[in-house]
């Protein structure tokens, strides 16, 4: 996916973030029920403004949150913006995963802005779509970047993800504790046919499954798209 189009999405997305959760900063945010408006503003600020440090600084190991300036969600969205837009996204710096470049983290602020996109719009009952090839990103870099290394329980069985607006398919399965994932039409344990943006939502927890085309295990399938942080 081209880094100018997640620069794009970022700031739509990271804009529509800040109008809707600011119309109520105590409703709760049903995806995280320790969570009001306020408390998601104030991750999504830090979340924006370590992501822009790391990539300004070039750093070559993770900076301290303590470190991070004094700003507001608006300011640190509009510093990380223009950080991003500067930038190389080749270079190379100290990431949590496997790409050591800026284009990681551009990747990981496109997705979180999204996914917490949603979440504010969910708190408001004002429901916008997922672009479909945001949302098959955002399953995939679930289950190969942000759980890999993490430790979970995984599910005993299979899992085939199949997208129905466009060409995403993922065969999910676990053994010794890692997710293997590959991009292939196979059979698994269980199956679970829906559009680019259900999965998204299914696969960090902001949906459930119900109402989606779901095959074998359906057990398989829960413990799957329960694995999000």
């Known amino acids: 996916m081209d880094p100018s189009y997640r620069i794009q999405r970022l700031a739509a997305d990271g804009r529509r973030l800040l109008d809707v959760a600011s119309r109520d900063l105590t409703a709760a945010v049903p995806a995280c029920p320790d969570w009001s408006n306020e408390d998601l503003l104030s991750h999504m600020r830090a979340v924006w403004s370590a992501v822009a440090a790391q990539v300004q600084q070039c750093a070559a190991a993770p900076i301290p949150w303590k470190e991070l300036p004094d700003q507001s969600p608006a300011e640190a969205l509009d510093q990380l913006l223009a950080v991003l837009g500067e930038a190389d996204p080749a270079t190379p710096l100290w990431t949590w995963g496997a790409d050591q470049t800026v284009g990681f983290f551009i990747r990981r602020a496109h ?119």
């Open 111 to 229: 997705l979180e802005t999204a996914i917490h996109r949603v979440d504010a719009e969910q708190a408001a009952d004002d429901p916008t779509p997922v672009p479909a090839d945001d949302g098959i990103d955002g399953v995939d870099e679930l289950f190969t970047e942000v759980l890999a290394g993490r430790e979970r329980v995984m599910p005993p069985g299979s899992l085939h993800l199949h997208q129905t607006d466009g060409d995403g398919e993922f065969m999910l399965r676990a053994a010794d504790g890692a997710i293997t994932v590959t991009r292939e039409h196979a059979k698994g344990d269980a199956a679970v046919r829906a559009s680019g943006e259900e999965l998204f939502l299914c696969a960090w927890g902001r949906r459930s499954l119900d109402g989606l085309a779901v095959f074998g295990d359906a057990e398989v399938a829960a413990e799957w798209m329960a694995l999000s942080p």
